[in-house]
């Protein structure tokens, strides 16, 4: 029986629970002083106080052990929300927003997502895998254990099954659980920009039955925006989805207010992400259906917009609030989900506890995981993340560091420190 104990703790803070956590709960969070957890055969077998773990299991003189040295553990972070396997890059773009140009006229002359997509178009489903691999290194070494792909820079039947194989393949190669996502409404392609409904007709009746087919997603999500897809466009390619068995989730209200959370409550939506322009009825949609408000503070960052979503009126009102990291090459060129909590912490006013539950638990419940992983409790998997910080409130207080100290993926420590695993050998 593999076993691993991880001992010598200051401290163990986590949520409690399989479901999500919203309003109060969301910021009420076990933190355990002293505590140690025992992992047998990739799952969470103990959590207490060394003297009841000696109590139960004995002094286990040959398991392994994983010295906390006085850390803080953590479950491992769960990001819902990235557009991992892309090619290319946009720090052109990047450079000219800094002289004032606006992503929305980025895009109108031809950059932007379609920019990501040209590129993308004209790697190799291998060249995108490869691609991954190091985003895929920074993810774990930043504690990200679990987190979702989407596709969505290729628009064709052939290039979106392509960048969802590429993210099978990654993923079969390195420690970070890959959920997959089908975005093919990501944008309507230059090809098709005169035959919106020829665009849609194609992810309806031709890619998302494919992808459905080969078992290469399950998710379904939309660019619900003004200028991009109606929430009556949306409502076509989710239902689609669903139809063949991909649940939806959807990109909402990021710039404006499209009816994407009314949509994403309507429909059951597992969650509704960006919300920078939700409305207040958009909010009482998504406490009333208890929706999943996955909010994305890198993007606001990283395009300097100084708006961010409502973070506190969504908890007041009872929804429950994940974070992610967006990440992708136009809008949050970042891995890092301690980033994406610091900035939670001062931009979206949440507290240290209520971020450490939108990491963790309702993150992986956005992503129908939450019975899985998501806390650290016994039964559940044992995906961890040991921080050099001396409790949770480090995490925010102690900011533009990595407070990753060690990685457990599944019972095993896949990173000490600054240890990173070799990238392996694409086959």
């Known amino acids: 029986m593999r076993s691993l104990l991880i001992e010598n703790l200051s401290e163990v803070a986590t949520p409690l629970g399989t479901t999500v956590r919203a309003g109060e709960d969301q910021g009420r969070v076990a933190r355990l002083a002293g505590a140690e957890v025992l992992c047998r055969d990739g799952s969470i077998a103990f959590v207490g ?3 009841e773990r000696r109590r139960q ?7 392994e052990r994983l010295d906390g040295a006085g850390g803080t553990l953590v479950p491992g972070f769960v990001d819902p929300h990235t557009h991992l396997p892309w090619a290319g890059s946009r720090e052109e773009e990047f450079a000219e927003r800094l002289r004032g140009a606006t992503y929305l006229e980025i895009a109108a002359r031809g950059g932007g997502i379609l920019s990501t997509v040209g590129a993308t178009r004209a790697a190799s489903e291998e060249e995108l895998a490869e691609a991954m691999l190091p985003r895929l290194r ?16 290729g628009l064709s039947l052939a290039d979106e099954l392509k960048q969802l194989r590429a993210v099978r393949r990654a993923g079969a190669r390195q420690p970070v659980e890959l959920v997959p996502t089908l975005l093919a409404a990501h944008e309507v392609p230059p090809e098709l920009r005169a035959d919106r409904e020829r665009f849609l007709a194609l992810v309806c009746e031709e890619i998302v039955p494919a992808v459905a087919e080969e078992g290469l997603a399950r998710f379904c999500d939309v660019f619900c925006e003004q200028g991009v ?13 669903r139809e063949r068995g991909l649940l939806p989730r959807l990109h909402a209200d990021e710039f404006a207010d499209s009816g994407g959370a009314a949509l994403a409550a309507e429909l059951g939506a597992l969650s509704a992400d960006h919300l920078m322009a939700v409305s207040p009825a958009g909010i009482e949609a998504l406490a009333a259906t208890g929706v999943v408000a996955t909010l994305l503070p890198g993007t606001s960052f990283f395009l300097m917009k100084h708006v961010y979503a409502p973070a506190r009126r969504l908890v007041a009102a009872g929804v429950p609030v994940a974070l992610a990291t967006d990440c992708n090459p136009g809008s949050s060129n970042t891995e890092s989900m301690p980033t994406i909590l610091t900035l939670a912490v001062f931009e979206l006013r949440l507290t240290p506890e209520e971020a450490l539950t939108a990491a963790t638990l309702n993150a992986a419940c956005s992503l129908g995981l939450g019975g899985e992983i998501g806390s650290i409790e016994v039964g559940k998997r044992a995906d961890l993340v040991l921080l050099d910080a001396p409790n949770l409130l480090h995490l925010a207080y102690h900011f533009g560091v990595n407070p990753v100290a060690a990685v457990v993926k599944g019972g095993r420590v896949v990173l000490r420190g600054s240890a990173l695993p070799p990238p392996p050998e694409l086959t």
């Open 229 to 241: 897809f109606s929430a009556a466009e949306s409502r076509r390619v989710l239902v689609a989805g």
């Open 138 to 153: 920074r993810m774990l070494a930043c504690g990200t254990t679990t987190a979702e792909a989407k596709s969505g820079y």
């Open 49 to 51: 106080s060394p003297e």
């Open 57 to 63: 299991f004995g002094e286990l003189p040959e398991v």
